[in-house]
């Protein structure tokens, strides 16, 4: 069964430094990768999104990731943190062709002065 | 377009009691789903359905019926609410893949969530 590891649950950086969120998987086969964003009391909003083609994938406010099918990680960066960055950060997976995410545990991340 | 709505937002329910949380989406999207959230575990799915009439079991579903009557609505109950059901309910809908083709459909949008607390 595939799962997702998501490390360090909470994650805490000063504005305008390096955000670096982790996410591994574990599938025999490279499956659909995905980053969902969930702002305090609102529902997940997709950042960001892996299927086919260029492993290097742009999203939404700054944010990007790199699958890589060696390390079967999918990391998600930002070069520099806006306060407005703080939020939950999910990764998840799906197999191919079929819509069922599996999500990891989430990271939140602090954005400080 | 109002995308996934849920209601209620709030819910507080003895132990024992029962409730319906009603999903609705105006996408015409033929998937939908129910997760639960609870800390530190990520999004679980409880029951989804792949079109009208037609429902499935997910990864946590003991506790909780589902109905989808029409292809806009996807209802959640609970029968007999215990305190291992407080939690945020989030409700999604998505594309059939196979039928709408492309992975540039590959998205799941979510509704605001329900807190439930059971007491």
């Known amino acids: 069964a595939q799962s997702v590891t998501q490390l360090g649950s909470h994650v805490s950086v000063s504005e305008g430094a390096l955000v670096l969120l982790r996410c591994n998987y574990s599938?025999?086969?490279?499956?659909?990768l995905f980053w969902y964003v969930q702002y305090p009391n609102q529902g997940l909003q997709l950042l960001l999104k892996y299927t086919t083609g260029a492993t290097l994938v742009k999203g939404i406010n700054g944010f990007e990731a790199e699958f890589k099918k060696s390390e079967t990680s999918f990391h998600l960066t930002k070069p520099s943190a806006h306060m407005s960055d703080a939020a939950e950060y999910f990764c998840a997976v799906s197999e191919r062709g079929y819509n069922k995410l599996i999500f990891g545990a989430g990271t939140r991340l602090a954005v400080h002065p | 377009n109002a995308g996934v709505t849920q209601t209620p937002k709030f819910r507080v329910l003895k132990t024992g009691q029962s409730m319906t949380l009603l999903c609705a989406q105006d996408?015409?999207?033929?998937?939908m789903y129910w997760y639960r959230q609870d800390p530190g575990m990520g999004l679980r799915l409880i029951h989804y359905?792949?079109?009208?009439?037609?429902?499935a079991k997910g990864e946590v579903p003991d506790g909780y019926n589902v109905s989808r009557l029409k292809k806009q609505n996807f209802l959640l109950g609970l029968e007999s609410a215990a305190p291992s059901q407080t939690s945020v309910y989030f409700c999604?809908?998505?594309?059939?893949?196979?039928?709408?083709?492309?992975?540039?459909?590959?998205?799941?949008?979510f509704g605001p969530g329900t807190r439930l607390t059971v007491l």
């Open positions: 996408m015409n999207h033929e998937y």
């Open positions: 599938s025999s086969v490279p499956p659909y």
């Open positions: 999604a809908s998505s594309w059939n893949l196979r039928s709408k083709g492309g992975d540039k459909y590959n998205e799941q949008f």
């Open positions: 359905s792949v079109g009208e009439g037609t429902t």
